[in-house]
Each structure stands twice: as C-alpha cells, then as structure tokens.
C-alpha cells in the first residue's frame, strides 16, 4: 500500500521503537489506525512497524528512512510534544533550515 505522499513533519510524531531501538515517524493515521487495531503497533513513515516504547523513555537514533521519507519542504514545524521533540523533529527541522536558508 502506497504511503501518503504529502506526509510532511506537520504530520508525524516520534515514536521510539523498542524492537530497533530508533525513533520513527508516526503519522496521526498511523497512529490512529495502530489506536483502533489496540495492538500498540504503529505503521511509520518509513514503511517499517513501530511497537513503542514507553513515552518516557529518551529518545533512541533517527530511524534513517523516516527521515528521507520526510523529506521536509514545509517550512512550519510546530511544536509537538516538548520533552521528545529534540530528536526526529529537531533534526528535521535543522535540515530544513539549512536547506531552506
Ligand atoms: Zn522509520
């Protein structure tokens, strides 16, 4: 199944994995989807399954292919939560910067 094109880091949340040890990109589908299934399995942007861990965990490595699925060419990245956000987001965000600038 094809992912959605437009996922943009607007879309997307940091969810460490506990099976690989690396933050992916959950979009709020995916989330809501993994919510619905009750498994605590999440799709990632990346195409790969994200069994989470706890959210109070530090976040874990960029899961590299989230980050190329993000791809970012939105300039706005709003806060997401703020004590996870230093990881996925923040490097998206420093891309983004600098290829924006
Ligand atoms: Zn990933």
Do not use: K
Not at 11 to 20: F, K, W
Not at 72 to 77: C, E, F, L, N, Q
């Amino acid at each position: 199944m094809a992912e959605n094109p437009a996922l943009t880091p607007d879309d997307v949340t940091p969810m460490t994995c506990a099976r690989d040890g690396l933050d992916h990109a959950v979009s709020t589908a995916a989330f809501a989807e993994g919510r619905r299934a009750g498994l605590g399995i999440y799709r990632a942007a990346c195409g790969g399954m994200v069994e989470v861990t706890s959210m109070t965990c530090p976040p874990g490595p960029l899961c590299p292919l989230c980050v190329r699925a993000l791809n970012p060419r939105v300039v706005a990245i709003p806060d997401q939560r703020g004590s996870r956000q230093g990881g996925l987001v923040g490097l998206i965000r420093r891309l983004h910067h600098g290829s924006a600038a």
